[in-house]
């Protein structure tokens, strides 16, 4: 005869307090990630003496007005804030843009083809994964002014063609993943390999693709330290508030700024509550079905 095992229930209490515990544990979390955007709202709408008064409390008066003030006043170098809504809109895009259409033909290649330098391309991307890059600025900085692409719009081309990284890893396994049965029926078909590519593999990497597209998105419209280097005269939302945030606390705008910077977080916001759902989607999918 077999002998019955009886596994002592855990009591009910117990799995009470775990999950108490967790939940206190992510909503304190949760609550420190808010805090920030919720203090700086309420300072976006006080007035500047109530702000230098009590930084943290609630507004004595409700200042919606600061939002438009934000859009009127607020400028860096001489530029007005829908200017600079624009050259971030450009800069942002463009960026995105030349980056994941050569990124993913640069992967699909690697992936799908056999050639003599893949296994170095390969190797050179580890490599260069390897090495810190913190210490190539100036490089970088002296050889940008060399060839006259400071302070251009040719300067976001030229610079985001970088193709190595974390990304190609990504990618590249990604499309190696996909089955060439496809590609192989559009050549029966007559396909030419740019054919299968644009109209067969880079739609079905669309997953992918999507969740770089929005984290890049969010990378550069946030970045300000390369176009205060090098696009002094195109400065960007990022690059504005930047600049500007010295000026409000010299001359009491703190609260301008603060709806400037909620207002610039704006695109960002949308594109992710948009879009979240489908990138997650889209990630899942794809396959020959058997």
């Known amino acids: ?12 209490w117990l799995d009470q307090i775990v999950f108490a515990v967790v939940f206190l544990f992510f909503f304190v979390y949760a609550a420190s990630l808010l ?12 007035s500047p003496m109530d702000y230098i008064r009590d930084p943290f409390g609630l507004p004595t008066e409700w200042l919606f007005s600061n939002f438009g003030r934000a859009l009127g006043e607020l ?43 893949r296994p170095v391309l390969m190797g ?28 251009t719009p040719l300067f976001v081309v030229l610079t985001t063609t970088g193709v190595f990284g ?9 499309y190696r993943s996909l089955s060439w049965s496809y590609a192989e029926a559009a050549f029966i078909d007559g396909a030419s390999d740019f054919t299968a590519y644009f109209r067969i593999m880079l739609p079905m990497a669309m997953g992918p693709l999507s969740c ?9 419209w946030n970045e300000y330290l390369t176009p205060i280097m090098y696009l002094e005269s195109y400065p960007t939302l990022s690059s504005g508030l930047f600049e500007y945030r010295q000026i409000a606390e010299s001359s009491g705008t703190e609260p301008v700024f603060f709806a400037g910077a909620l207002v610039s977080m704006l695109p960002v916001l949308a594109l992710y509550t948009a879009f979240h759902k489908t ?9 020959i079905k058997e």
């Open 124 to 151: 050179l991307n580890m490599f260069l994964m390897l090495i810190p890059i913190m210490g190539s600025m100036p490089a970088a900085y002296r050889l940008y002014h060399t060839y006259g692409i400071v302070d």
């Open 75 to 117: 400028e860096a170098n001489g530029t007005s804030f829908l200017v600079m809504t624009w050259n971030s809109i450009w800069y942002t895009g463009v960026g995105i843009f030349v980056n994941i259409s050569v990124l993913s033909l640069f992967s699909y290649t690697v992936a799908k083809y056999n050639f003599k330098l």
């Open 279 to 287: 990138i997650m989607e889209n990630m899942l999918g794809g396959g």
């Open 35 to 46: 805090y920030p955007f919720v203090w700086a709202f309420l300072s976006a709408l006080k």
């Open 212 to 220: 770089m597209m929005l984290t890049m998105f969010i990378a550069r």
């Open 166 to 174: 974390a990304n190609f890893l990504i990618l590249s396994s990604y």
């Open 1 to 12: 005869m077999r002998r019955k095992i009886f596994r002592k229930r855990r009591p009910r």
